[in-house]
């Protein structure tokens, strides 16, 4: 009789402990807890990747310009080698920004 009443206390207290105190133990529940967050970071990036430009229209414009404009439009910083010295001329409408700056880095 003690013994199940302690095996039904336990039950209820290990029930009410919220589970990432009990992933806390490095089992496996600890491991899928840094897959899962992984997996969130990722998720992030790839929406960073994904941002899009609604329009980019320029003729004659220095590279370095253009790739701080895309940079602004997207919050991320783009650096151009000093030792580049390209003009651009390009016209861009609703594509991610990664595409966009391969586009111009395979063009020039």
Request: glycine fraction near 10%; aromatic fraction near 0%.
């Given at each position: 009789?003690?013994?199940a009443r302690l095996f039904a206390t336990v039950a209820v207290v290990a029930a009410?402990?919220?589970?990432?105190?009990?992933?806390?133990?490095g089992g496996d529940a600890a491991k899928t807890?840094?897959?899962i967050e992984r997996f969130l970071e990722s998720r992030k990036t790839d929406a960073v990747l994904k941002r899009v430009i609604?329009?980019?229209t320029v003729e004659d414009a220095d590279l370095r310009d253009v790739m701080d404009q895309i940079g602004r439009a997207v919050g991320r910083n783009i650096i151009v080698e000093p030792d580049i010295h390209e003009k651009v001329t390009i016209s861009l409408r609703g594509i991610p920004w990664k595409d966009a700056v391969d586009v111009i880095a395979n063009a020039y």
């Open positions: 009789m003690r013994s009410l402990v919220p589970a990432t105190a009990r992933a806390q133990g807890g840094k897959e609604p329009e980019l």
